[in-house]
């Protein structure tokens, strides 16, 4: 069965950076793209970044362009978001999930952007 679990999060001041990642298990993970989706509070799950099966392809949502960028090791069956120039806005909890596999998330992992 598919499990994702994601790392990383914490409190980081405005301007600040985190890496988050995520290890997938239960699948052929190098087959497969990713996608990192936030949930803020009150308001419904975003879709944040996507990366294609070996990497060739990322794309981000407007509001991160130029700041986030996604990454995966296929050899470490682990995907990456590193966020730099965090904002309050950027506060959610972040998952991560495997393309083709509509009902399966992991716990997520909390960012909390504050002074």
């Known amino acids: 069965q598919v499990q994702l679990v994601e790392s990383g999060g914490g409190l980081v001041q405005p301007g600040g950076s985190l890496r988050l990642s995520c290890v997938a298990s239960g699948f052929t993970f190098n087959r497969h793209g990713m996608r990192w989706y936030r949930q803020a509070p009150g308001k419904e799950r975003e879709l944040v970044a996507g990366?294609?099966?070996?990497?060739?392809?990322?794309a981000y949502t407007d509001s991160v362009k130029g700041r986030f960028t996604i990454d995966r090791d296929n050899a470490k069956n682990t995907v990456y978001l590193q966020m730099n120039s965090l904002k309050p806005e950027d506060t959610a909890v972040y998952y991560c999930k495997a393309v083709g596999f509509s009902s399966s998330w992991g716990q997520g992992t909390q960012v909390t952007v504050s002074s």
């Open positions: 990366i294609s099966d070996i990497g060739g392809v990322r």
